[in-house]
């Protein structure tokens, strides 16, 4: 490892569907107005973080909508479009810059199937992929975490973690996961949120913050 290297962490983890890729943009078209897309997407947050161990990602999804009023066909039009979820822009640069000095790994809220199939979006080398089916919780439960970083073979303290919400600040903060929020769209923090070490609207800030994660000020 070369002495620019050494200030990387060993392992970058990302979420994926938030952080990495416009997940928003096909909830919204599935729900039928930016709206509704919005509304269904927080209720089906609401029951994907109180649930905690894995319920079926799909079955959320279909009980969110019924829970917010709409019709049966705005998560089967989620699901068939899946394959149209496109990167937020700066995301493959971002893991371009990083890949020469560290792992990179994604952490999950969905099915495995789900999971790969979003990963795959991204032509990178992933060194792991999680999902919460594959662990059995959803975040922020620890053990998605947890499994990802034992994959890994990496300490929590020798990565980082980039988010895509501040719930995942509920359990990356706990386990000592430094973390970078790309908080694209401007969400509030969710009460009791641990601030992160950075919080911007690109990934622009990503690798260079990256850079300096094992240097002293």
Request: hydrophobic content about 40%; charged content about 20%.
């Given at each position: 490892m070369?002495?620019t290297?050494?200030?990387?962490?060993?392992?970058v983890?990302?979420?994926?569907?938030?952080?990495?890729?416009?997940?928003?943009?096909?909830?919204?078209?599935?729900?039928?107005?930016?709206?509704?897309?919005r509304?269904?997407?927080?209720e089906?947050l609401?029951?994907t973080?109180?649930?905690?161990?894995?319920?079926?990602y799909?079955?959320?999804?279909?009980r969110?909508?019924r829970?917010?009023?709409?019709?049966?066909?705005?998560a089967?039009?989620?699901?068939?479009n899946w394959?149209?979820?496109q990167?937020?822009?700066?995301?493959?640069?971002?893991?371009?810059r990083?890949q020469p000095?560290?792992k990179?790994?994604?952490?999950t809220?969905c099915?495995?199937?789900?999971?790969?199939?979003a990963?795959?979006i991204?032509?990178?080398?992933w060194?792991?992929i999680?999902?919460?089916?594959?662990?059995?919780?959803?975040?922020?439960?620890?053990?998605?975490?947890?499994?990802?970083?034992?994959?890994?073979?990496?300490a929590?303290?020798?990565a980082a973690f980039v988010?895509?919400?501040?719930?995942d600040?509920?359990g990356?903060?706990?386990?000592?996961?430094r973390?970078?929020?790309?908080n694209h769209?401007?969400?509030a923090?969710?009460p009791?949120?641990?601030?992160?070490?950075?919080?911007?609207?690109?990934l622009?800030?990503?690798?260079?913050w990256?850079?300096r994660f094992?240097?002293?000020?």
């Amino acid at each position: 490892m070369n002495d620019t290297t050494s200030h990387y962490p060993k392992a970058v983890l990302f979420d994926l569907l938030t952080a990495l890729l416009d997940s928003w943009t096909l909830w919204n078209e599935s729900a039928g107005s930016p709206e509704h897309g919005r509304i269904w997407r927080a209720e089906y947050l609401k029951l994907t973080y109180e649930c905690g161990a894995y319920v079926d990602y799909e079955t959320l999804v279909q009980r969110a909508a019924r829970n917010v009023g709409l019709p049966e066909r705005a998560a089967a039009s989620l699901r068939q479009n899946w394959q149209t979820l496109q990167p937020w822009h700066g995301a493959q640069e971002a893991l371009e810059r990083l890949q020469p000095h560290c792992k990179l790994a994604v952490v999950t809220n969905c099915s495995i199937a789900l999971g790969r199939e979003a990963a795959s979006i991204l032509p990178i080398r992933w060194d792991a992929i999680v999902t919460a089916e594959e662990a059995g919780f959803y975040k922020p439960n620890a053990r998605p975490y947890l499994l990802a970083l034992d994959k890994l073979g990496i300490a929590a303290h020798d990565a980082a973690f980039v988010a895509g919400s501040s719930y995942d600040m509920l359990g990356t903060a706990p386990l000592g996961l430094r973390t970078y929020w790309h908080n694209h769209i401007s969400l509030a923090p969710v009460p009791g949120s641990t601030a992160p070490d950075i919080e911007s609207p690109t990934l622009e800030a990503l690798p260079d913050w990256a850079s300096r994660f094992n240097t002293t000020s």
